[in-house]
C-alpha cells in the first residue's frame, strides 16, 4: 500500500533552518509529483510546494518562496524540504502528500502522517 | 490567489441523519475541487475530485456537487466513523497555488 512518512521535524530558533524529508513506498516514487503542505497547530492546511517526477519544476507558495526549497532523491523515494531563515509562523506540522493523476495542479491522493516544526524565539 | 471559505465552522448532526457541508471560492474554480476527511492521528483521506468523482473505495454516501464559486459535500447518513473535520481545496490556478478552505467540524449531537 502506498506510504509516506515524514521525518526531521523539531524545534529550531527563529531564523534557523531545518531539513525535513518525506520516505515513500508501495508505488512508483519517479512517476509522481509530490506536494508539501502543513498546518499550524489548530489551523487548517496551507499549500507549500510541489516538485514534478524529475525535480526540475517546482512551485512555492509566496510565503516560503525563497526561503524553503523542495527537492527529491528518487533512487532513495525520497523527497526534501530545506527550510532557512525559519519564521514563528512556520510552525505546523508538515505533510508530504502525493499527486494525483501526477497533476501538479491537482488534487492530493494520498498524505502522510506528518512531521512537527516549531520556531522558537 | 482564490480564497475559500467553508460553512459552518461546526455542524452538529446525529448519526443516521444527513450532513450538508458548503464550500465556497472567491473566484471561479471551475470544478476544480477535492474534498477530504482528517481525523485525529490519522492520514488525511481523499473523498472527492473534479467536485462530484468518489475517490477510490469511498462509500456512497459521501456525495459531491457544485462548480464555479460554490459547492456541497453531503454524507447522506452519518456513521460513527463520520465525525471529523473536511476540508475543501481548489486546483484551478496554473502555476500551482492549490488552496484550501478552513475547515467543517462534523460533531455527534
Known amino acids: 500500500q502506498v506510504q509516506l512518512v515524514e521525518s526531521g521535524g523539531g524545534v529550531v530558533q527563529s531564523g534557523g533552518s531545518l531539513r525535513l524529508s518525506c520516505i515513500a513506498s508501495?508505488?512508483?516514487?519517479?512517476?509522481?509529483?509530490i506536494h508539501w503542505v502543513r498546518q499550524a497547530p489548530g489551523k487548517g492546511l496551507e499549500w507549500v510546494a510541489v516538485?514534478?517526477?524529475?525535480?526540475?519544476?517546482?512551485y512555492y507558495a509566496d510565503s516560503v518562496k525563497g526561503r524553503f526549497t523542495i527537492s527529491r532523491a528518487n533512487s532513495k523515494n525520497t523527497l526534501y524540504l530545506q527550510m532557512n531563515s525559519m519564521r514563528a509562523e512556520d510552525t505546523a506540522v508538515y505533510y508530504c502528500?502525493?499527486?494525483?493523476?501526477?497533476?501538479?495542479?491537482?488534487?492530493?491522493?494520498?498524505w502522510g502522517q506528518g512531521t512537527l516544526v516549531t520556531v522558537s524565539s | 490567489e482564490i480564497v475559500m471559505t467553508q460553512s459552518p465552522a461546526t455542524l452538529s448532526v446525529s448519526p443516521g441523519e444527513r450532513a450538508t457541508l458548503s464550500c465556497r471560492a472567491s473566484?471561479?474554480?471551475?470544478?476544480?475541487l477535492a474534498w477530504y476527511q482528517q481525523k485525529p492521528g490519522q492520514a488525511l483521506r481523499l473523498l472527492i475530485y473534479?467536485?462530484?468523482t468518489r475517490a477510490t473505495g469511498i462509500p456512497a454516501r459521501f456525495s459531491g456537487s457544485g462548480s464555479g464559486t460554490e459547492f456541497t459535500l453531503t454524507i447522506s447518513s452519518l456513521q460513527s466513523e463520520d465525525f471529523a473535520v473536511y476540508f475543501c481545496?481548489?486546483?484551478?490556478?496554473?502555476?500551482?497555488?492549490?488552496?484550501f478552505g478552513g475547515g467543517t467540524k462534523v460533531e455527534i449531537k
Open positions: 502528500a502525493r499527486a494525483r493523476n501526477n497533476q501538479l495542479a491537482g488534487s492530493i491522493d494520498y
Open positions: 508501495g508505488f512508483s516514487f519517479s512517476t509522481y509529483g
Open positions: 516538485i514534478s517526477v524529475d525535480g526540475t519544476v517546482k
Open positions: 473566484e471561479s474554480a471551475s470544478s476544480n
Open positions: 473534479g467536485a462530484s
Open positions: 481545496q481548489q486546483y484551478n490556478d496554473w502555476p500551482p497555488k492549490l488552496t
